[in-house]
């Protein structure tokens, strides 16, 4: 039972377009989102995050959108830059049962090309 | 300041071997986790710890064990060793109430058993 999908293995833009990375979820429980990015030999850094009462979150070139009737978010990237090439990873958190504990999406390879 | 700490960072073991991932963290984080990434699946969470000398079951235990004696150390113990728990293993810590939820994870270990 995948609680939280993102249905894009891979996703490649051209620099300076816009990246937009997609996660939904199924349970409804989940009131706090998060973005990780992985770099090949690393572990996942945290990106940005979003509680259930807003639907949108913004830091510098990187904005969550959270569509809660939809049980749909996403990560835009604007502009993309190669140095934005990585793997990055969805999360939730249903904090009233499940405290900290987060679940992970399978993740999406974002290619920046130069 | 060090973070989270995993060694080691490659390991080969052949079926029925045990041995012990080791993770260390100097933040003085209460919330700690290990994890499982295969590919494609995304990051599934084997065991946690809320402070030392509570430990419980995540999503895919089985094969596994965990002690937390002290608040910095979470050594995860595979005591006899399946091709199935070939992956890599990424420890993480957080504060339990810090805002955004966010997990520092250490760079992995990347495990093989033949």
């Known amino acids: 039972d995948q609680q939280v999908k993102q249905n894009s293995p891979s996703l490649s833009v051209q620099e300076g377009r816009i990246s937009i990375l997609n996660c939904d979820y199924t349970?409804?429980?989940?009131?706090?989102f998060l973005w990780y990015k992985k770099y090949p030999a690393e572990g996942p850094t945290f990106l940005i995050s979003?509680?259930?009462?807003?639907d949108k979150n913004e830091d510098g070139r990187f904005t969550v959108f959270l569509n809660k009737s939809a049980k749909h978010l996403s990560l835009h990237i604007v502009p993309s830059q190669p140095g934005d090439s990585a793997v990055y990873f969805c999360?939730?958190?249903?904090?009233?049962?499940?405290?900290?504990?987060?679940?992970f999406g399978e993740g999406t390879q974002l290619t920046v090309n130069p | 300041n060090a973070g989270v700490t995993q060694t080691p960072k490659f390991r080969i073991l052949k079926i029925g071997q045990s041995m012990t991932l080791q993770c260390t963290q100097d933040m003085n984080h209460n919330y700690m986790y290990w994890y499982r990434q295969d590919p494609g699946m995304g990051l599934k969470l084997i065991y946690y710890s809320v402070g030392a000398g509570i430990t419980d079951k995540g999503e895919v235990p089985n094969g596994y064990n965990v002690s937390r004696s002290t608040t910095e150390d979470f050594p995860l113990r595979l005591e006899l060793a399946a091709p199935s728990q070939t992956s890599v293993y990424f420890c993480?810590?957080?504060?339990?109430?810090?805002?955004?939820?966010?997990?520092?994870f250490g760079s992995g270990t990347r495990l093989t058993v033949v």
């Open positions: 993480a810590s957080s504060y339990r109430n810090q805002g955004n939820y966010g997990y520092t």
């Open positions: 979003i509680s259930s009462i807003k």
């Open positions: 349970n409804s429980m989940f009131d706090y």
């Open positions: 999360a939730a958190s249903a904090r009233e049962t499940s405290g900290s504990r987060l679940t």
